[in-house]
């Protein structure tokens, strides 16, 4: 992912994080480039998260160590999952790369999941934000199979 020029190693005004648009200010300069719009990683991580998880086939996000703490991190925040979880972005002033690591489904073609999870994070990254979504690598990490216990339903069984 080193293609993409990062903000934070630009010039002095720029911010350390996100991509920032910048446009002519004065009377007579259309409203849409008045001004300056920052887009955070966080805000691209999140909206890749939500594309990814939206795919059929896709059971979570994340390797077996961060969906671990995140099942603890999702009861302790009150069921609330983050929707980042598994998910690393690199934005740059106009482009961004995204890094995934998923849970398949038992059953789904890996390579037919892979491509409907690319076409679904660009469509919602570009859309949303205008940057340019230059690769999508994705790592799977696990197969669910349908006899496994979600790592959020571990305590399912016991009374409380």
Known sequence: MSDISSPASGGSDSPAVGRTLTGRTGPGTAPETRGRTTIAD???EKIAGMATREVPGIHSLGGGMA???GAVTDKVSGGRPNVSRGV???VG???AA???DVVVEYGVPIVDIS???RTSVITAVEGMTGLEVVEVNIAVADVHL???E???DEDAGRVQ
């Open 150 to 152: 979600d790592d959020n």
């Open 88 to 90: 690393k972005v690199e």
């Open 98 to 100: 995204v890094d995934l």
């Open 42 to 44: 966080s805000v691209v």
């Open 115 to 117: 491509a409907d999870v």
């Open 67 to 69: 969906r671990t703490l």
């Open 93 to 95: 002033e106009r482009q």
């Open 146 to 148: 349908p006899d496994e």
